[in-house]
T-cell receptor, first 113, second 114 residues
Framework: AQTVTQSQPEMSVQEAETVTLSCTYDTSESDYYLFWYKQPPSRQMILVIRQEAYKQQNATENRFSVNFQKAAKSFSLKISDSQLGDAAMYFCAYRRRNNDMRFGAGTRLTVKP | NAGVTQTPKFQVLKTGQSMTLQCAQD?????MYWYRQDPGMGLRLIYYSASEGTTDKGEVPNGYNVSRLNKREFSLRLESAAPSQTSVYFC?????????????FGAGTRLSVL
């Protein structure tokens, strides 16, 4: 079974600074998708960014970008110019085929003013 | 823009009681999902419905049943609740069940079984 590991249960960053959240996954497949979801205290799961495994170019969404290392099975999330509203739980997720999405245990990000 | 709506938001049950969690989406999505989220763990898939009229087991289906009532609605039923089912339950939907499609989530239902 595919597994997703987030090795940092908690991280903190100073407002306006940059932080990187780590994620590794285990798979023998070559075609799959990776996601980062944000879960603020409201509990709503919000998609932050998505990466297709067949694309070498790293995905970027405004202040959020990923470092996708397919050979190393690593998918880290970089948040630039951190804002107070970025404080949340962040979940990395892997999806290979229909309806089979696996989540990591999450990283709690604190943003210090 | 309602998106995915779950009811109720909170529920407390006694062991052995039954209840149904409701989920509705207004995005005309074909696929719908039920997940549970336990402390220190990511979301785990309970059941999914790839399209209206079909349902399939996910990673942790034991103790649950589902009904895809129509294209909009997908309910999760606990026939005889157990303390191990204390969790936060999320419903999600996506345009289709293919891997590339983004899943949109509801706000969750916090369930406590005493």
């Amino acid at each position: 079974a595919q597994t997703v590991t987030q090795s940092q249960p908690e991280m903190s960053v100073q407002e306006a600074e940059t932080v990187t959240l780590s994620c590794t996954y285990d798979t023998s497949e070559s075609d799959y998708y990776l996601f980062w979801y944000k879960q603020p205290p409201s509990r709503q799961m919000i998609l932050v960014i998505r990466q297709e495994a067949y694309k070498q170019q790293n995905a970027t969404e405004n202040r959020f970008s990923v470092n996708f290392q397919k050979a190393a099975k690593s998918f880290s999330l970089k948040i630039s110019d951190s804002q107070l509203g970025d404080a949340a739980m962040y979940f990395c997720a892997y999806r290979r085929r229909n309806n089979d999405m696996r989540f990591g245990a999450g990283t709690r990000l604190t943003v210090k003013p | 823009n309602a998106g995915v709506t779950q009811t109720p938001k909170f529920q407390v049950l006694k062991t052995g009681q039954s209840m149904t969690l409701q989920c509705a989406q207004d995005m005309n999505h074909n696929s719908m999902y039920w997940y549970r989220q336990d402390p220190g763990m990511g979301l785990r898939l309970i059941y999914y419905s790839a399209s209206e009229g079909t349902t399939d087991k996910g990673e942790v289906p034991n103790g649950y049943n589902v009904s895809r009532l129509n294209k909009r609605e997908f309910s999760l039923r606990l026939e005889s609740a157990a303390p191990s089912q204390t969790s936060v339950y999320f419903c999600a939907s996506s345009e289709t069940g293919t891997a590339k499609n983004i899943q949109y989530f509801g706000a969750g239902t916090r369930l406590s079984v005493l």
